[in-house]
C-alpha cells in the first residue's frame, strides 16, 4: 500500500496481509425494539430501555448457555457481543475497532477545508482517497455520522447481526397497502450502513457491474462520460480481482485496492444451481463480463475470507495522510448555501452533541447515500419548493430531489424442502469452535459465507418487453433459505413478524434446504422520499410504491416458475427436492402453488434489497426530475456536488455497492479536473 511517511512523503509499504486476526462471535438475535422509529432519538430511548433491562439477563444467559448451541465457547462470546449496548456510549467492544484519529500535530479539525465530504461511506472513501493523493495537496475532511468498523463487522457469517447492531440506520419504508404484510408493521424495512465505509460495512458482499447496455442507457438519456466503456475503466481502477479463472481478462481489475474473490467455501447447493442453470439453457459465465449472461459463484468484496469494505479498502491504508482528516461520530445537519451568489460555503454539523460549523474553499461533496444526500440537500433548501414551503424551508433552488426513487425488491419464498441432512449452512453446523479456528488461521471455512448466498444468475422474462438481452430478474442461490438460525437474526435483520415468519418458516427450523431469491433487477414502480420536516435528527418519509406498476408483479410470477424449474432439474434430484408451499397467514384463500396464491406470497414476504436510487437523479438539464448534472454538480448552486449511489438514475442489473465505488471513482476524476490548474 502506499501511504505517507512520518516526514509526509510517500512511502510504499509491502504488506498483503492487511487483515486483522482477532475474535470471532455468532449471532444472537438482539432483544427487539418494540417501536418503529422514525427519528434517532426514539431509537437510542428504545436501545437504552434494552441495554437497562439486560444486565440481568445477561448474567443468567451467561451460566446458562442457549439451548442451540452446542459450542460453550462461541456462545458465551455471542451471548456478550448481543447484549452489548447499542448506542454510542462506550461500549465494551469499542477495543475491536479500527481508529482514525487526526493527524499528529492536529488537536481539532481546521475551520477551512479545500473539500468537505459529508459522509465516509462507500463512495466517499473512495472519494476521500482520491482527493488526497495528489501533490499539491488539497486539504480534505471528511464528515461521517457512525464510527469505524470492527472486527465483528469483518466475519461475513455475522453479516445479519452486524445489521441489527448500531452500526445501521434503521429506516423504515412508510404503510402501502398490499405490500410487506410479514414485516412488523406491514413496513418494509430499509437499514443504511452507518459507519467509516457506510453501507459497505454491513452489506452481502456482492459485487456486481450491471450489464453494458445499463450504462449505455444512462449515458443515452443525456448523461456524457456515463456510458459503458467510460464508466468500465473506474470499476477497473478499483478492482483487485482474486478470482483465479477471471481476473487476467481485460475487463478485470488487477491493481485496484478492492479484492473480489469468490467465496472460499462451497456447498454442493451451488453446483446444483449452476448445472441446473445450464440444463436450462443458463450457461455458468462470469456475470461481471461485458459480453456474457448467465449464472456463476457468488463474487464477494472480500479479502481471504474477511469483509472488504470501502473503508478498508480505500481510507485504512492512507490513515496517516496528513492532509486527510476524518471525523467519525460527527453529523452533519445542514450545507451552507449564500443566498445572493448561490455558492455553497460551509457545513454545518453536530459532534459531541455540540454544533459545529467548516468552511470549504473549493467544494462541499455529499455522499450521505440515497436516503441522506437528498435529505441533507432539502434540509440546505434545495428541493420541491411547495414542499419545503409547507415545512418552513427557506426555498434556495426549487429542484425535484427525492422525487424519484426506485429499489430492487426481492421475494425469498421460492424453497425446496430437501431429504437430506448435511447440505444446507444451518447454524449450528457453522457456530463452531473449529470454524472459528479456521477462519481466525486461513480466513476459510464456513464463516467466510455472506449468508449463504453461493451463487447469482441472471435471466429476461418473457413478459420483459426489453428490445434487447437485458435481464430483469437476477436469482440469488442460498445454501438454505431465510430458515438459516431458525427465526433469529436472518428474520430481524428484516424486521420481519416473529408470529409471521414462524408460521411460514417454522416447519423448516432445523431442515435442510435450498432456496433462490428472486430479485426484480428492472422495476417500472417507482417510489420518492420527502422530509418528514425541518429536524435534520427525523427520518424522512420513505415511500416504496412497491409492484404499483402491473409489469413488477408479472415479471415476479414468472420468475417463480423458472425457480420450480431448477428446483426440478435433474441436477438437484441426489437431494431430493419438494417444493415448499408455505403457510402465508394473508394467503389462506388461495390454493397453495396458483399463481393467487404466489401473488399473495410475493405480497406477504416482500423484502427489499436494499438498493434505493435516482433520489438525486443525474440526467440534463431538459430532464424535469433531474438534480445534478453529469458531472454531479447539484444544478444552481455552486460548489456542491453529490457523489454516491442516490445519482444513478435508472435501474441496472446490479446490486449498488461496485456501482457507488466506481461513482466514486469518478466523481473524483471530475473534481480533480475541475480544479487542476488551482493551486491554493
Ligand atoms: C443490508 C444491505 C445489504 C446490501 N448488500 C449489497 C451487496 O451484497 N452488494 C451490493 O452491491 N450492494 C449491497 N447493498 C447496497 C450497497 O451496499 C449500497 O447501495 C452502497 O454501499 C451505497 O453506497 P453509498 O456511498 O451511496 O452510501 P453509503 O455507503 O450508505 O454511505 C453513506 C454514508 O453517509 C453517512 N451519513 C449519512 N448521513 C450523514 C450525515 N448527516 N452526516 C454525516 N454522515 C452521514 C452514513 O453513515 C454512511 O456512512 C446492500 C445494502 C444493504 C443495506
Known sequence: YKIYDEDDEFATVEDDTDYRGGRILWPYPLKQNNTDSTRDSD???????????????RQRRFLHLSPRSKNMVVDTMMQFVSQHPQNNAKDPLDFLRDTYPLPKGYSSPLD??????????????????????????????????????????????????????????????????GVCLASRDQRCYWPRGKALGGTSVINYMLYTRGRPQDWDRIAADGNYGWNYDEVLKYYIKSEKS??????????????????????????????????????????TVDYNAPDQVGFGY????????????????????????????????????????????????????????????????????LSAGPIASPQLLMLSGIGPEEHLKSLGIPVLVNLQVGRVLYDHIAFPGVIFKLNTTNASLLEPKVATFANLIQWLQFGEGLLTTAGGIEGIGYLKTSVSQDPENVPDIELISMAGSLNLDSGGAVRESWRLSKPIFDAIYGPLYGKDTWSAVIMLTQPKSKGYLELRDSNPF???????????????????????????????????????????????????????????????????MMITLHHQIATCKMGP?????????????????????????????????????????????????????TWLNVVS
Open 242 to 283: 482474486e478470482i483465479k479463472k477471471y481476473k487476467n481478462l481485460p475487463y478485470r481489475g488487477r491493481d485496484g485496492e478492492l479484492t473480489v474473490e469468490n467465496i472460499s467455501f462451497k456447498t454442493g447447493l451451488v453446483e446444483a444451481f449452476l448445472a441446473a442453470g445450464r440444463e436450462n439453457g443458463h450457461p
Open 538 to 604: 427525523s427520518h424522512p418519509k420513505l415511500y416504496g410504491n412497491y409492484l404499483t406498476e402491473p409489469q413488477d408483479m408479472a415479471a415476479m410470477l414468472e420468475a417463480i416458475k423458472h425457480v420450480i424449474r431448477l428446483g426440478q432439474s435433474s441436477a438437484f434430484a441426489k437431494y431430493d427436492p419438494k417444493l415448499f408451499l408455505g403457510e402465508y397467514p394473508a394467503c389462506k384463500n388461495f390454493v397453495p402453488g396458483s399463481d393467487s396464491y404466489w401473488e399473495c406470497a410475493i405480497r406477504s
Open 298 to 365: 457468488v463474487q464477494a468484496t472480500q479479502i481471504k475470507g474477511h469483509r472488504m469494505s470501502a473503508a478498508k479498502a480505500f481510507l485504512h491504508p492512507h490513515k496517516r495522510r496528513r492532509n486527510l482528516h476524518i471525523l467519525t461520530d460527527a453529523r452533519a445537519t445542514k450545507v451552507i448555501i449564500d443566498p445572493q451568489s448561490k455558492r455553497a460555503y460551509a457545513v454545518e454539523y453536530v459532534k459531541d452533541g455540540v454544533k459545529r460549523t467548516v468552511r470549504c474553499r473549493r467544494e462541499i461533496i
Open 43 to 57: 431509537t437510542f430511548r428504545d436501545i437504552e430501555e434494552m441495554v437497562r433491562g439486560a444486565v440481568s439477563e
Open 621 to 673: 438539464l431538459s430532464d424535469p426530475y433531474a438534480v445534478v448534472d453529469p458531472e454531479l454538480r447539484v444544478y444552481g448552486v455552486d460548489g456542491l456536488r453529490v457523489v454516491d449511489s442516490s445519482v444513478i438514475p435508472r435501474p441496472t442489473n446490479a446490486h449498488t455497492a461496485a456501482p457507488a465505488i466506481m461513482i466514486g471513482e469518478k466523481g473524483a476524476d471530475l473534481i480533480k479536473q
Open 112 to 177: 477551512e477545508y479545500d473539500y468537505v465530504i459529508v459522509g465516509g461511506g462507500t463512495a466517499g472513501s473512495v472519494l476521500a482517497a482520491r482527493l488526497t493523493e495528489d501533490k499539491p495537496k488539497a486539504m480534505v475532511l471528511v464528515i461521517e455520522a457512525g464510527r469505524p468498523e470492527s472486527l465483528l463487522t469483518d466475519v461475513p457469517a455475522l453479516l445479519s447481526v452486524v445489521q441489527l447492531d448500531d452500526f445501521v440506520w434503521p429506516y423504515t419504508m412508510e404503510h402501502q397497502p
